[in-house]
C-alpha cells in the first residue's frame, strides 16, 4: 500500500479491499480496491451518498458478511492480526475485544427484556470472566463515562425508559466496554436531534483520546465530519475517490464529487459560492458506469473521463484523489 496517510500507530489498515456479491445470476461488485488506515487515537471518516459502499466497507472490515458476499484484500490488518488470516471463531472473538461497530438504531440493537446493566454486564462475564456484580460495577462506570446521568439507579432501567440520545449513548458504551483499539461508528447520529448529535460527536472525540481509540466514523453528513474528523476518505460507487487530512479536503477538494458535496450544503456554499445540487443518483452497484464513474454527474466531464478510469494518486502533500481534473480544480481553474 502506499504509505499510511498517518504515522499514528496503525489500528487499521486496508489495502486493496474488495466485496462482491455473489447471490444473484451474476456477480456485482459492491467495493473495488479500498485502501484506508486508521490511526490510534484519530478519527478517519468515510463520507459519500447511500450506496457508495461505506457500510459495505464496514461490515467487510468486521466480518460480518454472508455467505452470499466475498471479500478480497492484499492487506487487512487489525494492529498487528492479520484478519485475512483468522477463522471464524477468531473473528468473533475479535469483535467487542478489539474491534467493534456502533450502528444507528439504537432501539432494535438493544434487547426489550433485558435490563440495560444485564446486556452491558453480560459482555463483562462472557468475555472477561466477571462475576455478576463485578460485570454491574463495569457498567455503572461505563454509563458513567458515556454520560448517562445517575448511573447507579439507571443501570437498572430497560432500553424503552430511555431517550433516543441515551440509548445511542448506551450503544457506545456496550462498544467501547472491552476498550477495543478500534471503532466504526456507522452513522451513528443520524436519528438523532442536533443537539444530541453534537453531544455523541463531543463524546467520541473525548472517548479516541481517553481510550486511544482509532474510529473509522461513516457518515453522509459533512456537518458530521467537521465536527471531529482527523482525515477523510470519500467513496463513490464503491471506490474512495478522495482521501486526505480533513481540514485540507473540505478547504479545497480535488474531486468534483467532493466538491460538489461540499456546496450542497448550504453553510458550506455560503462562504465559497453558490449552492449546488448533484444532478442525478448514485448508481447502484450494478450499474456502475466505466471510466470514471462520477462522469454522467460531473460539471467537469471531459472526453477523457467517459474512456479512462482515473487512478487514485498523489495530488499534493498527503492527498490522494482520482480525477482526470484534480489539479485544474486544486489550482481553482473554472470548468
Ligand atoms: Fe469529473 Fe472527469 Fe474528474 Fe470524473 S475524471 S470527476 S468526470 S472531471
Not at 504515522?7 to 466485496?19: F, I, K, M, N, Y
Not at 482509532?214 to 457518515?219: C, E, P, R, S
Not at 475517490?241 to 456554499?269: F, I, M
Amino acid at each position: 500500500m502506499g504509505a499510511p496517510l498517518t504515522d499514528r500507530p496503525a489500528a487499521l489498515r486496508v489495502q486493496g479491499l474488495s466485496v462482491t456479491f455473489t447471490g444473484g445470476p451474476i456477480e456485482i461488485p459492491a467495493v473495488r480496491d479500498v485502501t484506508l488506515d486508521v490511526g490510534r487515537g484519530e478519527v478517519v471518516a468515510l463520507l459519500g451518498e447511500s450506496g457508495s459502499g461505506k457500510s459495505v466497507t464496514a461490515r467487510a472490515v468486521m466480518g460480518l458478511i454472508d455467505e452470499h458476499t466475498r471479500v478480497d484484500a492484499e492487506v487487512l490488518m487489525l494492529g498487528d492480526v492479520d484478519l485475512l488470516t483468522t477463522t471464524t471463531e477468531q473473528r468473533r472473538r475479535l469483535r467487542g475485544e478489539r474491534m467493534s461497530l456502533v450502528l444507528q438504531d439504537a432501539l432494535s440493537a438493544l434487547n426489550p427484556v433485558l435490563t440495560i446493566g444485564d446486556q452491558i454486564g453480560e459482555l463483562f462475564r462472557v468475555h472477561r470472566g466477571a462475576s455478576r456484580k463485578q460485570a454491574r460495577r463495569h457498567a455503572i462506570e461505563l454509563l458513567g463515562l458515556v454520560g448517562i446521568p445517575g448511573p447507579g439507579q439507571r443501570v437498572d432501567e430497560y432500553p424503552h425508559q430511555f431517550s433516543g440520545g441515551m440509548r445511542q449513548r448506551i450503544l457506545i458504551a456496550m462498544a467501547i466496554a472491552l476498550e477495543p483499539e478500534f471503532l466504526i461508528a456507522d452513522e451513528p447520529t443520524t436519528a438523532l436531534d442536533v443537539t444530541v448529535q453534537a453531544q455523541i460527536l463531543e463524546l467520541l472525540d473525548s472517548l479516541r483520546t481517553t481510550l486511544g481509540m482509532g474510529i473509522l466514523l461513516i457518515t453522509h453528513d459533512l456537518g458530521v465530519v467537521t465536527e471531529v474528523a482527523d482525515r477523510l476518505a470519500v467513496m463513490y460507487a464503491g471506490r474512495v475517490v478522495e482521501r486526505g487530512d480533513a481540514d485540507s479536503v473540505l478547504t479545497r477538494p480535488a474531486h468534483p464529487y467532493t466538491e460538489a458535496l461540499l456546496r450542497s450544503v448550504p453553510q458550506a456554499a455560503q462562504r465559497g459560492g453558490d449552492l449546488l445540487t448533484i444532478p442525478g443518483s448514485p448508481p447502484s452497484p450494478g450499474q456502475v458506469p466505466p471510466a470514471c464513474s462520477f462522469h454522467t454527474r460531473c460539471h467537469m466531464a471531459i472526453e477523457v473521463c467517459r474512456t479512462v478510469r482515473p487512478p487514485l494518486e498523489p495530488v499534493a502533500a498527503g492527498r490522494l484523489a482520482a480525477c482526470h481534473r484534480s489539479q485544474e480544480l486544486l489550482n481553482g481553474v473554472p470548468a
